[in-house]
């Protein structure tokens, strides 16, 4: 008997989806998805608003031509900026200036409207409700702190650079 209702109860627990994201569309967008251009093949974002050009993905995921795949990485500060370094060693998305945003330029995709996470999906598919690092650091004794933006809600907040947060990263066009 408790074989067969563990079974029941796994087995909707597959099927839910781990997250729902929340959106108040009586209110206006900050980030809407028509100031976005996905370029030719859909693997980059331009902001027409900002001329920013940002990966779709999180670092980790690859853009399948339809969404992104794969898993989402962690980093601390440091290891951050040198995968950073490496999509440039790559060109990826035809640049060789990427690099972390600054805590305004990531809080510039923020959608304040939705939350869980605070993003408009159909730009940045996948975006998980956690936070990302910025370029931002907060002067102190000896710099160990960095801001992110936490996706949950796309409020920013201080991080030791030595926790692991995602990578969303950005280039000048």
């Known amino acids: 008997m408790y074989k067969t209702l563990l079974m029941v109860l796994l087995s909707g627990s597959l099927v839910m989806p781990a997250w729902a994201q929340k959106c108040d569309t009586a209110q206006p967008a900050?980030?809407?998805?028509?100031r976005f251009d996905a370029g030719s093949d859909g693997r980059i974002m331009t902001d027409g608003k900002t001329g920013l050009v940002w990966l779709r993905c999180p670092l980790g995921m690859q853009?399948?031509?339809?969404?992104?795949?794969?898993?989402?990485?962690?980093?601390?500060?440091?290891?951050?900026?040198?995968?950073v370094a490496e999509l440039n060693a790559q060109r990826v998305g035809g640049?060789?200036?990427?690099?972390?945003?600054?805590?305004?330029?990531?809080?510039?995709?923020?959608?304040?409207?939705?939350?869980?996470p605070a993003i408009d999906l159909q730009a940045f598919p996948f975006t998980p409700e956690s936070?990302?690092?910025?370029?931002t650091?907060?002067?102190?004794?000896?710099?160990?702190?960095a801001l992110i933006v936490h996706f949950i809600h796309g409020r920013e907040y201080i991080a030791?650079?030595?926790?692991?947060?995602?990578?969303?990263?950005?280039?000048?066009?």
């Open 30 to 34: 900050s980030a809407p998805l028509s």
């Open 63 to 83: 853009w399948s031509g339809s969404s992104c795949e794969g898993q989402s990485l962690t980093y601390d500060w440091g290891s951050a900026k040198a995968a």
């Open 95 to 116: 640049q060789r200036n990427w690099r972390l945003p600054t805590v305004t330029e990531l809080q510039g995709i923020v959608e304040s409207r939705c939350f869980k």
């Open 131 to 135: 936070g990302f690092w910025s370029a």
């Open 137 to 145: 650091e907060i002067e102190g004794i000896n710099n160990v702190r």
């Open 160 to 173: 030791n650079k030595q926790q692991s947060w995602r990578v969303r990263p950005v280039a000048d066009k």
